[in-house]
């Protein structure tokens, strides 16, 4: 049985768009360590909702999933990148991704506001007050509820 996972990205850095285009594509760049080890417990065919965040309406637009388990982060020993981490070394790295593909858009994107209005989301980690984590963990009863909100435009 898969877990859920959403994914926080600014659509600007990495859309759901260029996921349909690209199929698959490494999740790289987190540097937050919760989010690092929720990315360590993913499992291969693990589902998560794509959010995109910091645009005038968030929202999860669609889904993915866990094509390949964690690995490190190349971008954390690339010294004129922007994620790279000095203290990183190849025979001991920090940080950590996991490999993404494409699995639906949502007929209808669930916005943030959605969510918050929806009351068997009060728990939802993303809901949190200061939440802020790029990885989080969904749990089974609410992905069930916000893709059964994304079949309906209200």
């Known amino acids: 049985m898969p877990r859920y996972w959403l994914l926080k990205t600014e659509p600007s850095a990495y859309s759901f768009e260029r996921l349909l285009q690209e199929a698959t594509t490494p999740w790289t760049g987190v540097r937050n360590f919760q989010a690092r080890n929720n990315m360590m417990e993913m499992r291969l065919g693990d589902l998560a909702l794509f959010y995109h965040s ?5 929202a999860a637009v669609g889904i993915c ?5 964690a690995y490190p982060d190349f971008t954390q020993f690339e010294r004129d990148g922007e ?4 203290r990183a070394k190849r025979d001991k790295p920090i940080w950590f991704m996991v490999d993404v593909a494409y699995v639906e858009a949502f007929e209808n994107p669930v916005t943030l506001a959605r969510m918050r209005a929806e009351p068997r989301l009060v728990g939802m980690a993303l809901l949190r007050r200061g939440q802020r984590l790029s990885v989080q963990p969904v749990m089974p009863h609410e992905w069930k509820i916000v893709l059964d909100l994304s079949k309906s435009p209200d």
């Open 54 to 58: 910091s645009v005038a309406e968030p």
């Open 65 to 69: 999933k866990v094509a390949k388990t």
């Open 83 to 86: 994620y790279f981490d000095g």
